[in-house]
């Protein structure tokens, strides 16, 4: 089943379903453009301009009912703990997660708190007026040192998988075509390197790991960040969201043609962002010494997750040009996503010659 019949099946059945179960009568319902890759169909909910709320409907056979239900736990944790993050709205018969059963294909619905304001995409990359950009950036890592205490902390009823339960030899030999034999060989090394590393509660806990700025709103009339789309949450290592906290920076100096400016911008903008993060919570220094290691981690992770999406869709598998500069930095051990390297064109961003399998 693929998103454009779920799409159908929704506006047929499921969501006058979903309005009886979660008393929506009276709200206006939009669909949600998804993104490529989207593993869900999502609506957004209001009513007289106020009482915004989101509808996920879950399709997939890659995620159980327990799946969904660790997931939105560990929200509901979050929230009532004041961490940044979207509460999740109970049904009327007072469950965290539906599941409708139509034509005995399974769906799990469950309905959010719609965040405040929008994502930074939305406001054409524009910061709030009169604020400097670098509060952003403190606050990006406020909020996620805020998510990461709160894990240290965090004793779970029903347990979310962790990091190396999906990526694993088995996992990468199914997903990564055989005609990428390289590339196979360098995930197995990483994967080998990231077993000697300690996981600990101070370092290996309930992370995001999908943490960005198209997964957060941001108010600008205070600059309020709420995190959401916690889909991918998974026991990992905590520098995993923070060397995702490190990608995001890029974008605010991707056409930079000097990388001597680039490599200044980079190391202040982890500075700010990282005072923001310890304001919340510590990491330590040999922790930190692993960005590298984790940035080609989140490569890693970028990878798999292109080629679970062109199987979950029925494509063959193939490179476009931002697949292959992943792959080239981890087949030529390029570190720093090539941001730094001779690899870089700040005309093209993160694009390299298209290769065929």
């Known amino acids: 089943m693929n998103y454009n019949e779920v799409v159908r099946i929704s506006n047929d059945y499921l969501l006058s379903t979903v309005t009886e179960l979660y008393g929506l009568e009276g709200y206006d319902i939009k669909p949600v453009h998804a ?53 999740i709205v109970d049904s009327l018969n007072g469950n965290l997660l539906e599941e409708i059963i139509h034509h005995n294909q399974p769906f799990f619905i469950c309905l959010f708190k719609k965040a405040a304001g929008k994502m930074l995409a939305e406001n054409q990359y524009r910061y709030r007026e009169g604020a400097p950009v670098t509060e952003y950036y403190y606050n990006c890592g406020k909020v996620l040192g805020k998510l990461h205490q709160l894990s240290k902390g965090y004793t779970p009823v029903r347990r979310r998988y962790r990091f190396n339960d999906k990526y694993n030899a088995e996992y990468i030999e199914k997903r990564v075509p055989a005609s990428l034999p390289l590339l196979k060989e360098k995930l197995l090394d990483l994967l080998s390197i990231l077993e000697g590393l300690d996981k600990n509660r101070e370092t290996f806990g309930m992370v995001h790991f999908d943490y960005n700025d198209g997964n957060y709103a941001i108010d600008f009339d205070n600059g309020k960040i709420t995190v959401y789309d916690f889909d991918n949450a998974c026991y990992c290592w905590y520098m995993f969201d923070l060397a995702s906290l490190w990608t995001n920076g890029m974008g605010w100096i991707q056409f930079e043609p000097d990388v001597g400016k680039r490599i200044k911008f980079m190391d202040d903008y982890m500075d700010t962002a990282l005072a923001g993060y310890r304001s919340e919570t510590g990491i330590e220094d040999a922790m930190l010494e692993q960005l590298p290691l984790f940035i080609q981690v989140n490569l890693m992770e970028s990878i798999i997750d292109a080629f679970e999406v062109m199987r979950n869709n029925g494509e063959e598998p193939e490179c476009d040009e931002e697949l292959s500069y992943r792959i080239k930095c981890l087949e030529d051990d390029i570190p720093y996503m090539g941001f730094f390297h001779a690899i870089y064109s700040c005309e093209e961003p993160f694009e390299y010659e298209k290769r065929t399998l």
């Open 35 to 87: 993104h490529h890759g989207g593993r869900n169909v999502v609506y957004t909910c209001e009513r007289d301009g106020s009482d915004a709320k989101v509808i996920r409907i879950a399709f997939l056979n890659d995620r159980n009912r327990e799946d969904f239900l660790s997931e939105l736990e560990y929200v509901r944790y979050l929230f009532a703990h004041g961490g940044n993050v979207s509460d």
